[in-house]
């Protein structure tokens, strides 16, 4: 793992949109947020419908898009480990729920076992990671969809601004604006998908 002074460069990287610190990032962290996935993905029913990879994608999807606007305050890999963990879990805990809800409004149709159902993923299960969510695209799409207000406070945390400063420049308390921007994401993710996968 990187040291405090190294971390905090290369995260600065992720959140400036660094193609190269973005495939790091999922080179280093995705064997981590797999292992996690698959001790969490103990229902047979929901391991037939998908694999790590598909939680996975949608971590990183939904990881880069708030860090590259801004909403992280990390200072040590440890705490991004945590973050993206805990992401995973909740991403996993999500389809369980959403499995359970559609099982019970309808009967989930029989599928052939995959090799995922059984316990073992493919080798090269697609695109990877960095690859789908790392694109300037996403990015681009992501300020697209956010409103003026919403893009100035992202901007200035964008820029390195503490959540104090943007409350000195954009009025409000530091809390107020940290919360709306959070909801600004959660709206613009659901709308992406990237909360689904």
């Not at 990032?25 to 292992?35: C, D, F, G, N, T």
């Not at 790590?52 to 890999?77: E, H, K, T, Y």
């Not at 681009?140 to 893009?151: K, L, N």
Request: glycine share 6%.
């Amino acid at each position: 793992m990187r040291d405090a002074d190294s971390f905090a460069e290369f995260f600065r990287r992720v959140r400036a949109g660094d193609q190269q610190a973005a495939i790091e990032l999922v080179r280093e962290y995705e064997p981590e947020i797999r292992r996690e996935v698959r001790l969490r993905l103990t229902d047979p029913k929901l391991r037939r419908t998908i694999d790590s990879m598909d939680i996975c994608q949608s971590v990183f999807g939904n990881f880069f898009v708030r860090a590259a606007w801004g909403q992280f305050d990390l200072v040590r890999p440890e705490e991004l480990l945590r973050l993206l963990v805990r992401m995973a879990r909740n991403k996993v805990i999500d389809r369980h729920r959403r499995e359970r809800a559609r099982s019970g409004r309808e009967r989930a149709p029989q599928v052939a076992p995959t090799a995922a159902s059984c316990g073992h993923e493919p080798v090269d299960p697609g695109p990877s990671p960095s690859s789908i969510v790392a694109g300037k695209e996403l990015l681009d799409e992501v300020r697209r969809r956010m409103t003026d207000e919403e893009r100035q406070i992202a901007d200035r945390r964008n820029r390195g601004q503490t959540w104090a400063q943007v409350a000195e420049s954009c009025g409000g308390s530091a809390e107020a604006l940290r919360k709306r921007l959070a909801r600004a994401f959660d709206r613009i993710v659901a709308e992406l998908g990237l909360d689904e996968q």
